[in-house]
C-alpha cells in the first residue's frame, strides 16, 4: 500500500512504543476491575458488606441518627445523613473500587471495592 | 496636530505566517464540526499543518502559525478565554516544546509521523494536566488516560501520514508572494 511506504523505520518503532504506552494506560489507569461490592462501616466496624447487584436499601444508625445508604447494581450511595455538611451526600454515586463517601459525623463509611485492593495513596 | 500614520512593514515571512494560518484555522473549523464521542477526542487535522510548517519553514514559523491558529480558532467558535482555549492553548504549547525536541531526530529514521505521534501525545498530556490542576482537581480525570492516549496514537498516525504525503506531493519552492 502506497501510504506504507510514508513510514519510515523509526517512525515504526514510535508507533510501537504508543502501542505498548496505550496498552499499559489500560490496567494503570483502569486498576481494581469493576465496582462489586459496598462495604458500609459504622464506627470503624463493618456493618455490611454488600453485594452490588441488587437494588436495595440501607439504614445504618449512628451517634446522630439515621444514615440511609442506597444500593444499585454496579453503584452505591448516601442517600440522607444527619450530618450538618452533607459531605457524603453529595458526593453522589460511587461506581468504581475505592471510592468511598465518609460521613464522619454520624461514624458511618460507604466504600465500593473490587476483585483487588485499590490503595487510594502509597507512602514510601 | 499632525496625523500619525503608522506604517507596518509587511514582509513575505509575515504573508506566508498569514496564509498558513489561514490554512489551519479552516482545518480547526473542519474539526469543530466533526462530532466526536468524548469531549477532547479529536482529529487535530490542523496539526498537518504545523507539521508541514514545521519540515519546510522550521520551527519558529510552525510556532506563530499554531499560536495564530489557536486565538483566530477560538474566537471564530466562540470560546476565547473559556476553559476550551486554555486547554487548547497548553496542549498546543507542549506539543510544540516536543517538536522543538524531536525535530533534531535524524531525518533518515524518523519522519513526520514520529513527530506526529510524539507532539499528539505531548498535546493529551498536557491537556490532562492542566484539567487535573485547574478545571477538575479530582485523580477521575486520569480515568480517561487510556481513551485519549490510544486516541493520540490513531489520530497522531494519521496526521503524521497526511503530513508525510503533503511534504513528498508538494514542491519545496517557497511560494511566490500573493499581493
Redesign the interface.
Known sequence: MA?LA??????W???LL??L??GI??P???QGGLAERAVVRQNGQIFADLDLRAKRQLEVPGPLGQTLIAIEPGRARVVSDPGPRQYCVRQGWLM?PGEIAICAPNRVSLQITGRTKVYDSISY | MTPSVIKLKVTDEDRRIAWLATAAVGLSLVDAAIPSPLPGVKPGLANIVTLVVLARYGWATAVWVSGLRVLAGSLLLGYFLAPGFFLSLTGTVFSLATLGLTRH??A????P??LS??AA?AHIGGQLLLARLWLIPHD?V??L??VF??A??VF??IN??IA??LL?ELPSQPEPARA
Not at chain 1, 510514508?6 to 517512525?11: N, R, S
Not at chain 2, 533518515?108 to 519522519?111: C, D, P, T
Open positions: 501510504w510514508l513510514i519510515k523505520p523509526g517512525d518503532l514510535v508507533i504508543g502501542t504506552v496505550v494506560s489500560f494503570l489507569f483502569w468504581r | 531526530l535524524p533518515r529514521w524518523f519522519g509521523v514520529s505521534i510524539f501525545f477521575g486520569f480515568l488516560t487510556p492516549s490510544a493520540a496514537l497522531g498516525t503524521g501520514l508525510t504525503k513528498n
